[in-house]
């Protein structure tokens, strides 16, 4: 303490600023930190979660898509339903299929985490 006594007042003045100085870039770091593993948190909840429930969503969406058209195509065997109507409804189905197909491959290829 005695030491802290016989220095000037600048000395002392320009040390407390230091101090404050490399708590600030402390605390700064520490927040720096955080937020980075923030980010990357987001950033897999991102890629893993969002893009696989939006593949499910779009998976139900195509098969329910493709049931009505097989209601449609059930319904228009029993009418007279013209063959170019029958042929278009069809070809929906296969679409339809192909689609959700393709979109349950996209789920199925995304890396899900541990505890999904």
């Given amino acids: 303490m005695n030491i802290l006594r016989q220095l000037k007042f600048s000395t002392k003045l320009l040390s407390a600023f230091i ?24 950033e897999l909840t991102f890629s893993n979660n969002l893009v696989s429930v939006s593949n499910t969503n779009e998976t139900l969406t195509s098969l329910t898509a493709h049931n009505r058209g097989l209601y449609r195509l059930l319904d228009a065997q029993d009418g007279g339903v013209s063959e170019t109507d029958k042929e278009r409804v069809r070809q929906a189905l296969a679409d339809d299929l192909v689609r959700a197909q393709k979109v349950f491959a996209t789920y199925r290829a995304t890396p899900l985490e541990d505890d999904e």
């Fill in 19 to 42: 101090i404050c100085a490399l708590i600030t870039l402390a605390v700064g770091g520490l927040g720096m930190t955080g937020v980075t593993r923030l980010g990357n948190a987001l």
